[in-house]
């Protein structure tokens, strides 16, 4: 398993940008993909991006794409969710999660998460 911190939520306007970091140790993070998810209250989480361990391959939930993207540096143990044209329906608490097995596989870390507000 990886330990994986979020960073970087906050309190932003409607149509701004924000990126938000997950610093991974504990682990080969350089060897495992990485998704975003988020969950607003009372609702389930929900997927949002994943990236491949090497950041070649990425997929996203319809609600964000093009509008998120999602990137990774492996010399730093961080993946990335940058963020734009930010709407109040994307406001929610978000996860950074660790697979094992590939793009597709299980998840088996997660972070703590991190929140991120949007203002009308």
């Known amino acids: 398993q990886l330990q994986l911190v979020e960073s970087g939520g906050g309190l932003v306007q409607a149509g701004s940008s924000l990126r938000i970091s997950c610093k991974a140790s504990?682990?080969?993070?350089?060897?495992?993909?990485m998704g975003w998810f988020r969950q607003a209250p009372g609702r389930e989480r929900e997927f949002i991006a994943r990236?491949?361990?090497?950041?070649?391959?990425?997929n996203y939930d319809d609600s964000v794409r093009g509008r998120f993207i999602i990137s990774r540096e492996n010399d730093k143990n961080t993946v990335y969710l940058q963020m734009s044209a930010l709407q109040p329906g994307d406001a929610a608490v978000y996860y950074c999660?660790?697979?094992?097995?590939?793009?597709?596989?299980?998840?088996?870390?997660w972070g703590q998460g991190t929140q991120v507000t949007v203002s009308s």
């Open positions: 999660a660790g697979y094992f097995g590939g793009l597709y596989g299980r998840i088996d870390s």
């Open positions: 504990g682990g080969n993070f350089g060897d495992r993909a």
């Open positions: 990236i491949t361990y090497d950041g070649r391959n990425t």
